[in-house]
């Protein structure tokens, strides 16, 4: 845990400005984005406080994993279920504004505006699918 990262904050509910959406599991919490760069746009977060995508490691896949898998419930909770129209990823660093690893769900991704379509582009040298 670290107090001065607001995501280490808001999955301890220390954040009372940020409402946190269910989630299946408890190693996870999701919540919207304070910037929204599409209709749905959602975080999922782990609770314990990780590095970065680049800090990630093979024994890291089943967490990720199982953030795609909030993500894509989160959407279907939603009322959004074309899952062919979702952009999931992580900024790459140094364009990650908080040091805490953070899943973008972001959909429709064929909704995206012109600078979202650039901020969220697929395997770009600043965002990861």
């Known amino acids: 845990y670290d107090g001065k990262c607001v ?5 301890r509910r220390e954040e ?6 269910p989630c299946e599991y408890e190693d996870l919490v999701c919540f919207r984005d304070i ?12 609770v314990e406080h990780m590095g970065n995508c680049k800090t990630l490691k ?4 089943p967490v990720v ?3 795609m898998e909030v993500g894509k419930a989160v959407l279907q909770r939603n009322n959004f279920s074309d ?4 952009r999931m990823g992580f900024h790459w660093p140094p364009f990650c504004s908080i040091s805490h690893l953070h899943l ?7 909704q ?14 600043w965002f990861i699918t």
């Open 58 to 61: 093979t024994e890291h896949i």
């Open 7 to 11: 995501f280490c904050r808001i999955a």
């Open 83 to 86: 899952l062919n129209d979702v």
């Open 65 to 67: 994993k199982r953030m």
């Open 16 to 21: 009372p400005g940020t409402a946190l959406l």
């Open 104 to 110: 973008h769900v972001l959909a429709p991704a064929s």
């Open 112 to 125: 995206l505006g012109f600078l979202s379509r650039l901020i969220y582009r697929v395997n770009s040298y």
């Open 35 to 46: 910037r929204p760069g599409a209709p749905h746009h959602y975080l999922v977060v782990p």
